[in-house]
């Protein structure tokens, strides 16, 4: 006779478990990429100022250039970032779900 686990069979618990783990190892995964993102938009959002500055100053076509060049990358990782932080919300949606499922009597 098979023991029973809340509402599941034991094999239905094994596979929201499973899922769990994995959900969890995607939320790491995720949760570094977003501390890389956020480095790397406060890095680029400075260079954007910077070359937004130089392009007031210099006011050459090359400076223009360059500054929409660095504005357009940082929009880009900001993107980036929004869409990670987006994913992270969806996951942990997901978790709460799951843990809900398991702890259901």
């Given at each position: 006779?098979?023991?029973?686990v809340g509402p599941y069979t034991p094999p239905v618990a094994l596979f929201v478990e499973r899922r769990l783990r994995a959900v969890g190892k995607r939320l790491a995964k995720l949760r570094t990429e977003l501390a890389?993102?956020?480095?790397?938009?406060?890095?680029?959002?400075d260079l954007s100022d910077d070359s937004r500055i130089r392009?007031?100053?210099?006011?050459?076509p090359q400076a223009d250039e360059d500054h929409r060049q660095a504005e357009r990358t940082a929009t880009a990782m900001a993107r980036h970032r929004a869409d990670l932080v987006d994913s992270i919300a969806k996951l942990e949606?997901?978790?709460?779900d799951l843990l809900d499922k398991l702890a259901r009597p």
């Amino acid at each position: 006779m098979t023991e029973v686990v809340g509402p599941y069979t034991p094999p239905v618990a094994l596979f929201v478990e499973r899922r769990l783990r994995a959900v969890g190892k995607r939320l790491a995964k995720l949760r570094t990429e977003l501390a890389v993102a956020d480095e790397q938009l406060a890095h680029f959002a400075d260079l954007s100022d910077d070359s937004r500055i130089r392009a007031m100053v210099s006011e050459t076509p090359q400076a223009d250039e360059d500054h929409r060049q660095a504005e357009r990358t940082a929009t880009a990782m900001a993107r980036h970032r929004a869409d990670l932080v987006d994913s992270i919300a969806k996951l942990e949606a997901e978790q709460d779900d799951l843990l809900d499922k398991l702890a259901r009597p």
